[in-house]
């Protein structure tokens, strides 16, 4: 019963450095997306998808590239880190394009760039 | 464009005492409304969720919510606090029409004193 499963769980980086945080879920969801974590921010979105081969932007974007090329699978690239991209990252998974849908979490990725 | 506001990033309740976090929410749209529970070192887990139908929503673990659209909000109560309800909530609004953007608040911490 893997439900939504994100690695690594933790990743020190030095500035500059590329990383993809993998996301995976097996629960035929069609949407998927990325949420960041940061004291007294909540959660903000990064980039999300619909289904397969569909991609969009969240709030923010920058620096995160994203693809989908199969239902199961949505990971996060990083291309060139920043301090400022220290976080918690959350992937996130919903049965269907629909809002009302229950959004199922990962565990997280805690990420430290040095 | 919609936006929500936890007041409160930390409240303290005895054990046995009433929870009540609160919630409130701008929206150009008839909204849908969540609340959302985070366990430390874990993932967001679906409290409760309001879509347009009875505005007093059951939740799991004994919450509830009643949504005022007169007041723009969306309080969370619980009765009694128990221990185990120590955890991080957090409040989300996505509007009927939106393409799957989930907005969330900055979350309150709740400390449950024995």
């Known amino acids: 019963n893997a439900g939504v499963t994100q690695t690594p769980k933790f990743q020190v980086l030095k500035t500059g450095q590329s990383m993809t945080l993998q996301c995976a879920q097996d629960m035929n969801h069609e949407y998927m997306s990325w949420y960041r974590q940061d004291p007294g921010m909540g959660l903000r979105l990064i980039h999300y998808s619909v289904g397969a081969g569909i991609t969009d932007q969240g709030e923010v974007p920058n620096g995160y590239n994203v693809s989908r090329s199969t239902t199961e699978d949505f990971p996060l690239r990083l291309l060139s880190a920043a301090p400022s991209q220290t976080s918690v990252y959350f992937c996130?998974?919903?049965?269907?394009?629909?809002?009302?849908?229950?959004?199922?979490f990962g565990e997280g990725s805690r990420l430290t760039v040095l | 464009a919609q936006s929500v506001t936890q007041l409160g990033s930390h409240v303290s309740v005895s054990e046995g005492a009433l929870v009540l976090l609160r919630c409130n929410y701008s929206?150009?749209?008839?909204?849908?409304l969540f609340w959302y529970v985070q366990y430390p070192n874990q993932g967001l887990q679906l409290l409760l969720k309001y879509t347009s139908a009875a505005t007093l929503v059951k939740g799991i673990n004994g919450f509830e919510a009643e949504f005022k659209k007169s007041e723009t909000s969306f309080h969370l109560t619980k009765p009694s606090a128990h221990m185990s309800d120590a955890a991080e909530y957090f409040c989300?609004?996505?509007?009927?029409?939106?393409?799957?953007?989930?907005?969330f608040g900055s979350g309150t911490r709740l400390s449950i004193r024995p």
């Open positions: 929206s150009s749209v008839p909204p849908y």
């Open positions: 996130a998974s919903r049965k269907g394009a629909e809002n009302t849908g229950e959004l199922f």
């Open positions: 989300a609004v996505s509007p009927y029409s939106s393409a799957s953007k989930i907005i």
